[in-house]
């Protein structure tokens, strides 16, 4: 069972290697560490997750072990629940496992270690941290959470478009779909091709402990 920790107590992305290269120099003699993820970059979490209303875009984690064998003993969890800016849709299906607070979602990894992940929701969560666990270890903080639908209506549509346009040049995360730092007419046109894209529950407030037939895990 996934095991949340302290979040205050682990490195930063910037100091992951850093942190890797100390576990490494701990476990090298320790049989038990070919049996726990390791953080990155010996898992593959990406920096950057794109999220639509619609739940189309996947977001995909990779863990492996010290020895770089796929790991899949355990829970992969997502967890958002710093970001107070980003509006949660009910999931009403799939093979997520939601947290008791209704703000970090698990999946179990296949046999390669891959887990996937096709979240709906959107808002602003550029101020907050996510940051992504298995069993227990921190694996990784990723650098921003970059939704389509901007305005937090769980629709993408013309409101949307107008203020990633109206950021055209900036160094906006919030609005950086690719992650190459600067908001181009490549990130509207990334918005573009989702245009019209709702949550069936766009025109009702979303809240944390209403993501549908999800079962719990953490009491």
């Not at 607070?101 to 698990?106: D, I, Q, T, Y």
């Not at 929701?121 to 389509?148: H, K, M, Q, Y």
């Not at 990130?187 to 709702?198: A, I, M, P, S």
Request: charged letters at 20%; one cysteine or more; hydrophobic letters at 40%.
């Amino acid at each position: 069972m996934a095991r949340l920790m302290n979040r205050d107590s682990f490195p930063s992305r910037s100091s992951a290697i850093t942190s890797v290269l100390v576990i490494l120099t701990a476990m090298t003699s320790d049989p038990a560490a070919a049996k726990i993820p390791m953080p990155c970059p010996i898992s593959d979490v990406p920096a950057l997750m794109v999220i639509c209303p619609a739940g189309d875009i996947e977001y995909k984690v990779v863990t492996r072990t010290l020895a770089n064998n796929p790991w899949s003993r355990d829970f992969v969890t997502i967890d958002f629940c710093p970001c107070r800016g980003f509006r949660f849709a009910p999931i009403a299906a799939g093979p997520y496992v939601m947290s008791a607070s209704g703000c970090s979602v698990s999946v179990m990894p296949d046999y390669n270690g891959i887990s996937r992940f096709a979240l709906s929701g959107g808002g602003n969560s550029t101020a907050d941290t996510v940051v992504v666990w298995a069993d227990g270890i921190r694996l990784c903080e990723l650098d921003a959470v970059v939704p389509l639908d901007q305005d937090g209506d769980l629709a993408v549509g013309e409101p949307d478009r107008a203020i990633v346009r109206a950021k055209l040049g900036s160094h906006a995360p919030e609005a950086d779909f690719d992650g190459d730092g600067v908001v181009t007419e490549l990130d509207v046109r990334t918005l573009e091709q989702h245009l019209g894209h709702v949550h069936p529950d766009s025109s009702t407030p979303a809240r944390a402990t209403s993501w549908g037939r999800i079962k719990r895990l953490w009491h």
